[in-house]
C-alpha cells in the first residue's frame, strides 16, 4: 500500500512563527502536492512538485513556500504564521505519466495559529 | 477555466435510502473525473474514477457516469450504510498535473 505521512496530526502556533509541515512519501512518486482544506471551500491546492527541486505555484501560494530536496519528501513552509492560516493541510502524492491523477492523500495535519 | 460545483450538505439519511449526490464540473478538453471519500480523523481516498464520457466508475456499491452532454458525474448508492458517513468529494483532472476539488458534502446515516 502506498503510505503518505506527515510530520503531525495537530499542531498548534503562534502568530508569527515559522512552522514547517512534513511529508513522507514511499511509492517513489515523482509528483506531490501540498492542499489546504477549509469548510465550504474544499481543497485549494497551494504548491506542487513534479520533481526533486522543482516546484509549481497553485491557486493559493501566498504566505507559503516548499521544499523538496528529496524524491519521498515535500516540505510545506510558513514564514511567518497569521490566523488566517489555521487550517488543515493535506499532502498527496502521485506517479508521473499516464497515471499522474491517481493521487494518495496522507491524514491530515490541523494547524492552528493563536 | 476548469471548476467543480456538488450539490451543499449536510446530507442526512436513513440506513439502506438511496444516496445522489450532485456534481457538475466546467472544464476544457477531456477532463478525467473523480469521486473521493474522506473518513472523520483520515485523508481523503479515492473512491472512484472515470477517464472519458460515459465511461462508469463504480466500487463499495458506489457508481457515477461521466455526462458529457450535461457535465454532470452524480455519485449514486441503492442502499447506504452507516459505514458510509463521510464527507465525499468531486474532483475533476485535466492537464497540468492539477485537480479541482468541490466544497465537498457531508453524508450522516443514521441506523
Known amino acids: 500500500d502506498v503510505k503518505v505521512t506527515q510530520s503531525s496530526r495537530y499542531l498548534v502556533k503562534r502568530t508569527g512563527e515559522k512552522v514547517f509541515l512534513e511529508c513522507v512519501q514511499d511509492?517513489?512518486?515523482?509528483?506531490m502536492f501540498w492542499y489546504r482544506q477549509d469548510p465550504g471551500l474544499g481543497l485549494r491546492l497551494i504548491y506542487f512538485?513534479?520533481?526533486?527541486?522543482?516546484?509549481e505555484k497553485g491557486d493559493i501560494p501566498e504566505g507559503y513556500s516548499v521544499s523538496r530536496e528529496k524524491k519521498e519528501r515535500f516540505s510545506l513552509i510558513l514564514e511567518s504564521a497569521s490566523t488566517n492560516q489555521t487550517s488543515m493541510y493535506l499532502c498527496?502524492?502521485?506517479?508521473?505519466?499516464?497515471?499522474?491523477?491517481?493521487?494518495?492523500f496522507g491524514p491530515g495535519t490541523r494547524l492552528t495559529v493563536t | 477555466g476548469n471548476s467543480v460545483t456538488q450539490m451543499e450538505g449536510p446530507v442526512t439519511l436513513s440506513e439502506e435510502a438511496f444516496l445522489t449526490i450532485n456534481c457538475t464540473y466546467t472544464?476544457?478538453?477531456?477532463?478525467?473525473l473523480f469521486w473521493y471519500v474522506q473518513y472523520p480523523g483520515e485523508g481523503l481516498q479515492l473512491l472512484l474514477k472515470a477517464t472519458k464520457a460515459d465511461d462508469k466508475g463504480s466500487n463499495k456499491g458506489f457508481e457515477a457516469t461521466y455526462r458529457k452532454e450535461t457535465t454532470s458525474f452524480h455519485l449514486e448508492k441503492g442502499s447506504v450504510q452507516v459505514s458510509d458517513s463521510a464527507v465525499y468529494f468531486c474532483a475533476l483532472w485535466n492537464t497540468g498535473n492539477q485537480f479541482y476539488f468541490g466544497t465537498g458534502t457531508s453524508l450522516t446515516v443514521i441506523p
Open positions: 512538485s513534479y520533481d526533486v527541486k522543482m516546484k
Open positions: 472544464a476544457t478538453g477531456y477532463p478525467s
Open positions: 511509492m517513489d512518486h515523482e509528483n
Open positions: 498527496a502524492s502521485s506517479p508521473s505519466g499516464t497515471s499522474s491523477y491517481e493521487q494518495y
